[in-house]
């Protein structure tokens, strides 16, 4: 059974750091893009970064320089590493799978909050 | 690329025909995806490449349009599809989403 778990979510304050993981089973994430979406309620869903099956990346605007994808195929695990954190950051942030030349995100992970606020 | 979804809620009666429309700032070819929310859930694919239905998805629901004008449609509404909608556009990166429909039961 495919299945997605985030994790590293919590409170932080404005500046600060935080590594976000998503723990993929029943697949492997190095063969699949695998990307990061997040939720609030006034933006909607924002895709943030996804990295690619060979291991490229790419951001979006609001988040390159300050957010990094990575992953560790011997965990099967993707990352966000989230620096610079500031207030407009607070939100659910989900991982997804896009599969290789899938043209689409067919699984989810139930999300992790990140609040950022002094 | 831009997606406008309209309209951004709706209210309807289980049995209700509805449609929601998505366009694109510029051309997306088919590379269109829907996906329902419900409260407390992550969102779940319905439709992809604008029109194919996504395995185990009951056929009431259906997608069309290519380029820059996409529909969903629900052709008989159920209990369980009072939900919120959302397209994606996976032309190119950065894969962008509509804003969302809200599907009420009136």
């Known amino acids: 059974e495919v299945q997605l778990v985030e994790s590293g979510g919590g409170l932080i304050q404005p500046g600060g750091s935080l590594r976000l993981?998503?723990?993929?089973?029943?697949?492997?994430?190095?063969?699949?893009?695998?990307?990061?979406?997040?939720?609030?309620?006034?933006?909607?869903?924002?895709?943030?970064?996804?990295?690619?099956?060979?291991?490229?990346?790419?951001?979006?605007?609001?988040?390159?320089?300050?957010?990094?994808?990575?992953?560790?195929?011997?965990?099967?695990?993707?990352?966000?590493?989230m620096n610079s954190l500031t207030t407009e950051d607070t939100a659910l942030y989900y991982c997804a799978r896009e599969g290789d030349g899938a043209w689409f995100f067919d699984y989810w992970g139930q999300g992790t909050l990140v609040t950022v606020s002094s | 690329i831009q997606l406008t979804q309209f309209p951004s809620s709706l209210s309807a009666s289980a049995g209700d025909r509805v449609t929601i429309t998505c366009r694109a700032s510029q051309g997306i070819s088919s590379y269109l995806a829907w996906y329902q929310q419900k409260p407390g859930k992550a969102p779940k694919?319905?439709?992809?490449?604008?029109?194919?239905?996504?395995?185990?998805?009951?056929?009431?629901?259906?997608?069309?349009?290519?380029?820059?004008?996409?529909?969903?449609?629900?052709?008989?509404?159920?209990?369980?599809?009072?939900?919120?909608?959302?397209?994606?556009?996976?032309?190119?990166?950065?894969?962008?989403?509509?804003?969302?429909?809200?599907?009420?039961?009136?």
Request: glycine share 8%.
């Open chain 1, 21 to 81: 993981s998503c723990a993929a089973s029943g697949f492997t994430v190095r063969s699949n893009f695998m990307s990061w979406v997040r939720q609030t309620p006034e933006k909607g869903l924002e895709w943030l970064s996804v990295i690619y099956s060979r291991g490229g990346t790419y951001y979006a605007d609001s988040v390159k320089g300050r957010f990094t994808i990575s992953r560790d195929d011997s965990n099967n695990t993707v990352y966000l590493q």
């Open chain 2, 45 to 106: 694919l319905l439709i992809y490449d604008a029109s194919t239905l996504h395995s185990g998805v009951p056929s009431r629901f259906s997608g069309s349009g290519s380029g820059r004008e996409f529909t969903l449609t629900i052709s008989s509404l159920q209990p369980e599809d009072f939900a919120t909608y959302y397209c994606q556009q996976l032309n190119s990166y950065p894969r962008t989403f509509g804003q969302g429909t809200k599907l009420e039961i009136k």
